[in-house]
């Protein structure tokens, strides 16, 4: 089993450009979330995607967006970049019938904006 | 608003000692779980421990320990007979059972393993 993986690990982007982050979850999960995390904080709720829907949504605006496919992978987009969009995108893989502690981490995209 | 907060955002501790991270939270919740991940510099956030609210027995994993003092919203974890491979960020971390896993995480403690 793979667990959740995400894809590029690392990308370097100017402002203004768009971004599009991968997501695979971890085997039998069915729900994905999307968190960021700037530098030296702790990670921050971005949403979360089930049956290809976005469920819930943190506090961030609609430069942020999201699809998740009918095999459970998922997309996180981000337009219009700023430089506070550089941070490290963690995905979180889960399934609603399973206890909170069974929500996995990938590895994280680390995006910079220059 | 829920929140929250780690007020130590270095720590040390010698090899073999034991050391306490310290987590306070703020919610009107009475229902929720409680979690402290560590993140080493590979960045893979990996699950330490998890308390649930309703329980009044404090959580234990190996040489990993929790405080848990719910009516003063307190969730400090204790590492016992510290190792080298502990050295990492950990973070805590809330999530009420209404909202599907969202968390909510610290601003996160670095702790450092002196050999």
């Known amino acids: 089993d793979a667990g959740v993986t995400q894809s590029p690990t690392h990308l370097i982007k100017t402002r203004g450009q768009q971004v599009t982050l991968r997501c695979s979850p971890k085997?039998?999960?069915?729900?994905v979330s999307w968190y960021q995390q700037a530098l030296g904080q702790g990670p921050q709720f971005i949403f979360q995607?089930?049956?290809?829907?976005?469920?819930q949504r943190g506090n961030f605006p609609d430069r942020f967006s999201g699809h998740q496919f009918p095999n459970y992978s998922s997309e996180l987009n981000v337009n219009a970049l700023l430089l506070g969009d550089s941070a490290l995108y963690l995905c979180?893989?889960?399934?609603?019938?399973?206890?909170?502690?069974?929500?996995?981490f990938g590895p994280g995209t680390r995006l910079t904006v220059l | 608003a829920q929140t929250v907060t780690q007020s130590q955002p270095e720590m040390s501790v010698q090899e073999a000692e034991t050391v306490t991270l310290s987590c306070t939270y703020d919610?009107?919740?009475?229902?929720?779980?409680l979690f402290w991940y560590k993140q080493p510099p590979s960045r893979q956030m990996i699950l330490v421990i998890r308390?649930?609210?309703?329980?009044?027995q404090n959580a234990t994993e190996n040489r990993f320990s929790v405080n848990f003092q719910k009516a003063a919203k307190s969730f400090s974890l204790k590492i016992s007979d510290s190792q080298l491979g502990d050295a990492a960020m950990y973070f805590c971390?809330?999530?009420?059972?209404?909202?599907?896993?969202?968390?909510?995480f610290g601003t996160g403690t670095s702790l450092t393993v002196i050999p």
């Open positions: 085997s039998g999960h069915d729900t």
């Open positions: 971390a809330y999530t009420p059972t209404n909202t599907g896993n969202q968390f909510y």
């Open positions: 919610t009107s919740e009475s229902d929720y779980y």
């Open positions: 979180a893989s889960s399934s609603p019938g399973l206890a909170p502690d069974t929500q996995y």
């Open positions: 995607y089930y049956e290809e829907e976005e469920r």
């Open positions: 308390q649930e609210a309703y329980k009044q």
